[in-house]
């Protein structure tokens, strides 16, 4: 609503209606230009979703670090998922994240096409189809892949409070149960 358009790869009208937008790029959220510039300034396109979200509210929304995705998506807990379960299958079909979200073994393309310009069953599932974790939010495992803002980090085994990544990159993180 925020873009006027929505760039999907169902054209089936529930589908279309329920599923999460899945073909954007992090330009297209925050832009090719000024949106670039994170961690050294806060500042996204005008024509980009974030500079649009910010004109109609007068909010600096922003899409989150790596590390506050991580804490939003475990909700204080220390397990693996956020159901205060582990992964039992971390290569294949596990019970325990197909519990928590969508992803690629109980997503209807295992095994299946990949059309989904009218398959209820395939792709993404419809947002809020599985429980919220503790503090209310849907989706954060599996589903579609989420930008964040940090540049990807090949070694990411650190230990730091709060981190926000290199100051330059070839790729943003992406957070999903996928």
């Known amino acids: 609503l925020v873009m006027v358009t929505r760039p999907s790869a169902f054209s089936n009208s529930v589908c279309y209606a329920t599923r999460p937008v899945e073909r954007v790029s992090f330009n297209d959220i925050r832009g090719a ?3 670039q510039w994170w961690p050294q300034m806060n500042t996204v396109d005008e024509a980009s979703f974030m500079g649009k979200l910010r004109a109609k509210t007068g909010r600096l929304f922003d899409l989150p670090t790596e590390a506050q995705w991580e804490y939003a998506c475990r909700a204080g807990t220390t397990t693996a998922l956020n159901s205060g379960k582990n992964l039992i299958a971390p290569s294949g079909v596990d019970a325990n994240m197909a519990e928590v979200g969508r992803y690629y073994y109980n997503s209807g393309v295992y095994n299946n096409s990949y059309d989904f310009s009218s398959a209820d069953d395939k792709g993404s599932a419809k947002v809020g189809s599985y429980l919220p974790n503790a503090w209310g939010l849907y989706d954060m495992h599996g589903n579609i892949g989420e930008f964040c803002l940090d540049w990807y980090r090949l070694d990411n085994t650190s230990e730091l409070s709060d981190p ?8 943003r993180n992406m957070r999903c149960g996928t």
């Not at 926000?164 to 790729?171: L, Y």
């Open 164 to 171: 926000v990544g290199p100051e330059t990159g070839t790729s």
């Open 33 to 35: 230009d000024l949106g």
